[in-house]
């Protein structure tokens, strides 16, 4: 026995060892029932910690996981109870609530928390709550009485069913979440619901936890006949070789004309079986033929209550349906919720982000000129045929869809070329853009800057989309991750064909340039980066988005629960962003575009080299540690920016002396600069000169009248003569008043002030000519920005 002063001084672990586990122990559960600091291997938490992106390294690392104190199991594939433990100090009550959240994350049916004195109880099975002596844990039998009371003897059969395991070290155990998913399900099937919908966020694992579910329905012998639905063959071909593969020779991907019924487990086009005839392949099944049908992203065509494929799910009818998808979708039109039902479990992205499963993205919004203020064709321009381009504003919902500005697809592919060369050509990148004809152009220009890679490797940048007969084949090589930094493509060009089922685990980059008003497809655009692969570098992925379509993060609906469609009366309207998208644009360009990524070509083109775009704005957000989009320091995003042109200080002060005003580019954007005055608080009476050089290089800043006071003292005005240093010396002044960056500029001889020296030419004679007026001034200006 200890005294309570004894308990006061132990610790937690302490209290663990010597009051709770002795009490757990001794209530009947053994080792195999109890794993402390418990995961599904060995000493690691139920979740791996969220990955933190360091804006200013841009170096990743991982926050502390999700740990319970114990996790006791009723069977291998269940979690019944979660107890956490406090020291002495605490109440035995203190730790209950960080227990139930545990235990509703993982799908427990008991709370407990205790300080070592007695136990406190949340039952979620009843909601009641309860006190405990330490010497009254429950034991075992009791807890799974207490749980199968919900079930009756036949559902408990189904359920209890243990999941696939395998000695191999390919095998997956599942992650807490998708037990949750494949437990939550087998219980619905069990109790006898025949319309299930699973959302799950791309890169959690949809496919697998399919398998899980087709494997313990199979085994329980709730579900004989299995017919797996997807409407592309990547999402059959993938889950054969990879997750379904323990099914061998029971299972078959639906290819011939005449169907073999002597299989198990059938993986399908819906496009193969439902044809384009009367004569549907499936027909030649008894409807009552499958009793278990998955539908992967079934967000797509089966939808929609007119759909082709859904005459497939009719004819099955009988036969449990289980949807699957990342992205629910629910229109007017479109609905899984009116068919399958609320979902019986979400996982979202926002959550495996934070249980850190996926991996966090950083944003560059790409402001082109044109985007922001509209593009108006100068009086008498032709376009690529001759034909007078109509005088109208086109926009960015025009761009790529009723007009092509060939210089603003060049500008798009030497951002991206730039952003590669920056960081890593041989990263990964799928670049989305508005329609094949889109693709075609950007996979021109991005070969033309790339040429040097192309030598290296034809493959380098390939255009994926349903027209080209070699996409299945790129598509899977892009996929690749066993040759990781050797594999091509690495440049997949696409518009709508890598939307959705493509497991590209190791993309680092996703380029948005095309107009993505559904918030289904702008999730499933997001989800090609999501996976993470810290063993092959990838931390996080970034997002340049040229279309500003990452505006849809801010909606709430981003990562929301689904709504389903409420029953309006007759003839009132729909207020809906996905049917008011056409509302919103100037053109229908979606009604121009198939699903695979169908050819459009606007009528009017105008030639590269008749416009003069540029890049006004750049903004870089970063996902912080709350899950929020958060813009990155001015100061960082500029040093860093600053340093890519001019490595060192020297470099940089060199430049700005020699080159006049050499910041046309990047330097002289005046929202840049202000705000970079805003944020370290220098007034007027600072040059931009100081700014940078402060923020870039952390030199300490002085003012304007401090650099001409320093330039007067100096011996350099001395050489020439009276009236000469009188002209220099207004220059001077200049600098002080306006800030003027190039001082050489004759037009400043033309202005009152310098009247008394007779103007431009008298003042360009008494100095021996222009040019040596010019290096005049330039050495006034070197003294000006010296150190």
Same mark, same amino acid.
């Given at each position: 026995?200890?005294?309570?002063?004894?308990?006061?001084?132990?610790?937690?672990?302490?209290?663990?060892?010597?009051?709770?586990?002795?009490?757990?122990?001794?209530?009947?559960?053994?080792?195999?029932?109890?794993?402390?600091?418990?995961?599904?291997?060995?000493?690691?938490?139920?979740?791996?910690?969220?990955?933190?992106?360091?804006?200013?390294?841009?170096?990743?690392?991982?926050?502390?996981?999700?740990?319970?104190?114990?996790?006791?199991?009723?069977?291998?594939?269940?979690?019944?109870?979660?107890?956490?433990?406090?020291?002495?100090?605490?109440?035995?009550?203190?730790?209950?609530?960080?227990?139930?959240?545990?235990?509703?994350?993982?799908?427990?049916?008991?709370?407990?928390?205790?300080?070592?004195?007695?136990?406190?109880?949340?039952?979620?099975?009843?909601?009641?709550?309860?006190?405990?002596?330490?010497?009254?844990?429950?034991?075992?039998?009791?807890?799974?009485?207490?749980?199968?009371?919900?079930?009756?003897?036949?559902?408990?059969?189904?359920?209890?069913?243990?999941?696939?395991?395998?000695?191999?070290?390919?095998?997956?155990?599942?992650?807490?979440?998708?037990?949750?998913?494949?437990?939550?399900?087998?219980?619905?099937?069990?109790?006898?619901?025949?319309?299930?919908?699973?959302?799950?966020?791309?890169?959690?694992?949809?496919?697998?936890?399919?398998?899980?579910?087709?494997?313990?329905?199979?085994?329980?012998?709730?579900?004989?006949?299995?017919?797996?639905?997807?409407?592309?063959?990547?999402?059959?071909?993938?889950?054969?070789?990879?997750?379904?593969?323990?099914?061998?020779?029971?299972?078959?991907?639906?290819?011939?004309?005449?169907?073999?019924?002597?299989?198990?487990?059938?993986?399908? /086009?819906?496009?193969?079986?439902?044809?384009?005839?009367?004569?549907?392949?499936?027909?030649?099944?008894?409807?009552?033929?499958?009793?278990?049908?998955?539908?992967?992203?079934?967000?797509?065509?089966?939808?929609?209550?007119?759909?082709?494929?859904?005459?497939?799910?009719?004819?099955?009818?009988?036969?449990?349906?289980?949807?699957?998808?990342?992205?629910?979708?629910?229109?007017?039109?479109?609905?899984?919720?009116?068919?399958?039902?609320?979902?019986?479990?979400?996982?979202?992205?926002?959550?495996?982000?934070?249980?850190?499963?996926?991996?966090?993205?950083?944003?560059?919004?790409?402001?082109?000129?044109?985007? /922001?203020?509209?593009?108006?064709?100068?009086?008498?321009?032709?376009?690529?045929?001759?034909?007078?381009?109509?005088?109208?504003?086109?926009?960015?919902?025009?761009?790529?869809?009723?007009?092509?500005?060939?210089?603003?697809?060049?500008?798009?592919?030497?951002?991206?070329?730039?952003?590669?060369?920056?960081?890593?050509? /041989?990263?990964?990148?799928?670049?989305?853009?508005?329609?094949?004809?889109?693709?075609?152009?950007?996979?021109?220009?991005?070969?033309?800057?790339?040429?040097?890679?192309?030598?290296?490797?034809?493959?380098?940048?390939?255009?994926?989309?349903?027209?080209?007969?070699?996409?299945?084949?790129?598509?899977?090589?892009?996929?690749?991750?066993?040759?990781?930094?050797?594999?091509?493509?690495?440049?997949?060009?696409?518009?709508?064909?890598?939307?959705?089922?493509?497991?590209?685990?190791?993309?680092?980059?996703?380029?948005?340039?095309?107009?993505?008003?559904?918030?289904?497809?702008?999730?499933?655009?997001?989800?090609?980066?999501?996976?993470?692969?810290?063993?092959?570098?990838?931390?996080?992925?970034?997002?340049?988005?040229?279309?500003?379509?990452?505006?849809?993060?801010?909606?709430?609906?981003?990562?929301?629960?689904?709504?389903?469609?409420?029953?309006?009366?007759?003839?009132?309207?729909?207020?809906?962003?996905?049917?008011?998208?056409?509302?919103?644009?100037?053109?229908?360009?979606?009604?121009?575009?198939?699903?695979?990524?169908?050819?459009?070509?606007?009528?009017?083109?105008?030639?590269?080299?008749?416009?003069?775009?540029?890049?006004?704005?750049?903004?870089?957000?970063?996902?912080?540690?709350?899950?929020?989009?958060?813009?990155?320091?001015?100061?960082?995003?500029?040093?860093?920016?600053?340093?890519?042109?001019?490595?060192?200080?020297?470099?940089?002060?060199?430049?700005?002396?020699?080159?006049?005003?050499?910041?046309?580019?990047?330097?002289?954007?005046?929202?840049?600069?202000?705000?970079?005055?805003?944020?370290?608080?220098?007034?007027?009476?600072?040059?931009?000169?100081?700014?940078?050089?402060?923020?870039?290089?952390?030199?300490?800043?002085?003012?304007?009248?401090?650099?001409?006071?320093?330039?007067?003292?100096?011996?350099?005005?001395?050489?020439?003569?009276?009236?000469?240093?009188?002209? /220099?010396?207004?220059?001077?002044?200049?600098?002080?008043?306006?800030?003027?960056?190039?001082?050489?500029?004759?037009?400043?001889?033309?202005?009152?002030?310098?009247?008394?020296?007779?103007?431009?030419?008298?003042?360009?004679?008494?100095?021996?000519?222009?040019?040596?007026?010019?290096?005049?001034?330039?050495?006034?200006?070197?003294?000006?920005?010296?150190?």
């Amino acid at each position: 026995m200890f005294s309570l002063a004894e308990k006061r001084q132990m610790s937690e672990a302490d209290i663990r060892s010597k009051f709770i586990t002795p009490a757990i122990k001794n209530a009947g559960w053994s080792d195999r029932h109890i794993s402390e600091e418990y995961s599904f291997k060995v000493d690691k938490p139920f979740t791996d910690g969220q990955m933190i992106v360091d804006p200013k390294t841009k170096l990743a690392s991982r926050k502390e996981a999700k740990r319970a104190d114990y996790i006791l199991y009723q069977s291998k594939n269940h979690k019944i109870a979660v107890v956490e433990a406090k020291d002495y100090k605490h109440s035995p009550r203190d730790g209950l609530q960080q227990a139930m959240d545990y235990a509703r994350d993982l799908g427990a049916s008991f709370a407990y928390s205790s300080n070592g004195d007695e136990f406190v109880e949340h039952d979620f099975i009843t909601g009641v709550q309860r006190t405990l002596p330490m010497s009254q844990f429950p034991t075992p039998q009791e807890l799974s009485e207490r749980w199968s009371k919900q079930y009756t003897p036949e559902e408990l059969k189904i359920i209890q069913q243990p999941y696939y395991t395998s000695a191999s070290d390919n095998f997956k155990e599942p992650r807490y979440y998708q037990e949750n998913a494949i437990n939550l399900t087998i219980e619905a099937v069990a109790k006898g619901r025949n319309r299930i919908l699973l959302v799950m966020a791309t890169g959690t694992g949809k496919t697998y936890t399919a398998f899980q579910i087709i494997h313990r329905l199979k085994a329980s012998g709730a579900k004989r006949k299995v017919l797996f639905l997807a409407d592309r063959n990547v999402l059959v071909d993938q889950p054969m070789t990879q997750d379904f593969k323990p099914f061998k020779d029971k299972m078959v991907k639906v290819s011939n004309k005449k169907l073999d019924s002597s299989f198990e487990v059938y993986l399908a /086009l819906y496009q193969q079986l439902d044809g384009e005839t009367d004569n549907e392949l499936f027909k030649q099944f008894q409807p009552s033929f499958f009793d278990l049908i998955i539908i992967d992203e079934c967000h797509r065509g089966s939808a929609k209550e007119d759909s082709n494929w859904r005459a497939i799910l009719n004819y099955f009818n009988e036969a449990t349906h289980i949807g699957m998808t990342a992205t629910p979708k629910e229109t007017a039109d479109a609905s899984n919720i009116s068919y399958f039902g609320d979902p019986i479990y979400t996982y979202s992205l926002k959550q495996g982000i934070e249980d850190g499963f996926l991996a966090p993205y950083r944003v560059i919004r790409v402001d082109l000129d044109c985007d /922001l203020k509209g593009w108006r064709p100068t009086k008498g321009l032709t376009d690529k045929n001759g034909e007078l381009v109509e005088d109208r504003l086109y926009t960015i919902k025009d761009f790529d869809y009723n007009i092509i500005l060939n210089d603003r697809t060049c500008l798009v592919a030497e951002r991206i070329t730039e952003f590669l060369k920056k960081t890593n050509r /041989l990263d990964k990148t799928i670049v989305f853009c508005a329609n094949i004809n889109h693709a075609q152009r950007m996979v021109a220009e991005l070969s033309r800057l790339n040429a040097d890679m192309l030598a290296k490797n034809p493959k380098y940048i390939r255009q994926i989309t349903g027209d080209q007969t070699g996409k299945n084949d790129d598509l899977e090589a892009f996929c690749d991750v066993q040759n990781e930094g050797n594999a091509y493509p690495v440049i997949a060009v696409t518009s709508k064909l890598m939307t959705t089922g493509v497991d590209s685990k190791t993309c680092k980059l996703v380029v948005l340039d095309a107009n993505i008003q559904s918030m289904t497809e702008f999730k499933q655009i997001i989800g090609r980066g999501t996976r993470l692969r810290t063993d092959a570098g990838k931390e996080f992925f970034t997002i340049l988005d040229f279309r500003g379509v990452t505006r849809l993060f801010a909606d709430p609906a981003f990562d929301g629960d689904p709504v389903a469609i409420l029953e309006l009366p007759e003839n009132k309207p729909f207020d809906d962003k996905e049917n008011n998208e056409k509302n919103n644009r100037t053109s229908k360009p979606t009604d121009q575009v198939k699903e695979d990524g169908g050819e459009y070509k606007p009528a009017i083109v105008v030639e590269a080299g008749s416009l003069k775009l540029r890049i006004l704005d750049e903004k870089v957000q970063y996902l912080n540690e709350q899950g929020e989009l958060v813009l990155e320091d001015i100061d960082i995003f500029s040093q860093r920016e600053i340093r890519k042109d001019f490595s060192s200080y020297e470099q940089f002060q060199q430049s700005w002396t020699t080159s006049g005003e050499i910041f046309l580019k990047f330097y002289t954007d005046e929202k840049w600069l202000n705000s970079l005055r805003k944020k370290n608080q220098f007034g007027s009476q600072f040059d931009d000169y100081d700014i940078i050089r402060k923020v870039a290089y952390g030199k300490i800043p002085m003012t304007k009248q401090e650099r001409i006071e320093k330039a007067k003292k100096s011996d350099y005005l001395a050489q020439y003569s009276e009236e000469n240093r009188q002209v /220099l010396g207004l220059l001077l002044d200049e600098y002080v008043k306006s800030g003027t960056k190039d001082l050489s500029k004759t037009e400043l001889l033309q202005t009152p002030k310098f009247r008394t020296f007779g103007g431009l030419l008298p003042i360009l004679n008494k100095f021996g000519g222009k040019e040596l007026y010019r290096k005049a001034v330039k050495g006034l200006e070197k003294i000006i920005y010296s150190d």
